[in-house]
């Protein structure tokens, strides 16, 4: 009963949390990236702790979320230089996300803020699968060493991390289906010539690809550090 009431806690805080951001930024005027970067955090930790509870489990599980979510700004960070410095994002432009009443906020930070706090609940899902996997082999041999705690959580995130690789392509390009139909258009149809270059060059598509990469590769790294802190927990 009391990881049940937990769950439904989460559906009721995360509404709350992203309509408080927006509400920060847009009628509080504050400063768009820490915002959306904190509200990331909050929800990854909020998540964990609601889930776990409370112990040094929960704080090592802490420890490896957060470790996951910094390597997905990190990465995210990174991508957007190289769409500045290679023309993808253009400041002049600024067609991305674009809507009256919205044309001073930076929308590169968006962007960012968009890929972090998407990411968010995954990891935090992650790191806590990982941590429940490694108490349970705890509970059962609780002679069993670090190392053999380890590996354990290694397994587990074995399985589990193809479902959600495999789930983070088939969510994203789902959602741009409309776009990657236009390459099977033929252009005297489309009046304008598609290709996979054009394509990749759009703002939209190129920031989609940013996400779908930054979030797999902070989701494989989560495991690990997961459990390697969880492992050596007292």
């Not at 949390?17 to 990331?40: E, N």
């Not at 996300?97 to 968010?120: E, K, M, N, Q």
């Not at 236009?182 to 394509?199: E, F, H, N, Q, T």
Request: hydrophobic content about 55%.
């Amino acid at each position: 009963r009391g990881q049940g009431v937990r769950c439904l806690a989460i559906l009721a805080w995360v509404p709350l949390l992203l309509f408080g951001s927006g509400w920060l930024v847009t009628v509080g005027r504050f400063p768009l990236l820490p915002v959306l970067l904190a509200s990331g955090l909050v929800a990854a930790v909020f998540q964990t702790l609601l889930l776990l509870g409370g112990g040094a489990s929960a704080r090592r599980a802490l420890m490896g979320a957060s470790g996951g979510y910094l390597v997905a700004v990190v990465l995210g960070l990174i991508g957007l230089y190289v769409f500045r410095i290679t023309g993808i994002y253009s400041t002049v432009m600024r067609d991305l996300w674009y809507a009256p009443g919205t044309g001073d906020l930076p929308f590169h930070w968006l962007a960012l803020g968009g890929i972090a706090i998407a990411g968010a609940g995954l990891i935090a899902d992650l790191a806590v699968a990982v941590t429940a996997t490694i108490e349970e082999v705890r509970r059962t041999n609780p002679s069993a060493p670090p190392s053999a705690l380890f590996a354990a959580g290694m397994r587990f995130g074995r399985d589990v991390i193809g479902t959600e690789v495999n789930t983070l392509p088939l969510a994203i390009f789902g959602t741009s289906m409309g776009g990657l139909l236009l390459l099977l258009v033929r252009p005297d149809v489309a009046r304008w010539p598609y290709s996979w270059m054009i394509l990749s060059n759009r703002q939209e598509t190129a920031v989609e690809l940013l996400a779908l990469a930054t979030g797999t590769i902070a989701l494989v790294l989560t495991i690990p550090l997961t459990a390697f802190f969880v492992s050596r927990a007292a």
